[in-house]
């Protein structure tokens, strides 16, 4: 079974940064596209920033410029670095993969989630 676990959430003052890691584990044959969601309080899930496998970046207008998003394929990992944090970057923030457990499957992979919360 493919499981995704998020790590580096907590508390920050604005201004600050965090370091997010998510690392896949399991029978995975290939990791394609990984990506960064959060979901704010009371909102639906954002897409914040992801990346192809052959580490082609794209961010939302949110957090570009402040973020980072960066993987290493053979650690099957992904972090996002996250910079000037706002209080408004207040969120449970998701990994999701694109994973295949073969040459002919493949399927959407969801991290449990870690809490950013950014104080004012």
């Known amino acids: 079974q493919v499981q995704l676990v998020e790590l580096g959430g907590g508390l920050v003052q604005a201004g600050g940064s965090l370091n997010l890691s998510c690392v896949s584990s399991?029978?995975?044959?290939?990791?394609?596209?990984m990506e960064w969601y959060c979901q704010a309080p009371g909102k639906s899930r954002e897409l914040a920033a992801s990346?192809?496998?052959?580490?082609?970046?794209s961010y939302a207008d949110f957090v570009k410029g402040r973020f980072n998003i960066s993987r290493d394929n053979a650690k099957k990992m992904v972090w996002l670095q996250m910079n000037s944090l706002k209080p408004e970057d207040t969120a449970v923030y998701y990994c999701?993969?694109?994973?295949?457990?073969?040459?002919?499957?493949?399927?959407?992979?969801w991290g449990q989630g870690t809490q950013v919360t950014v104080s004012s």
């Open positions: 999701n993969a694109d994973i295949s457990t073969s040459w002919y499957s493949s399927s959407d992979t």
């Open positions: 990346i192809s496998r052959t580490a082609i970046t």
């Open positions: 399991g029978c995975i044959f290939r990791i394609n596209t």
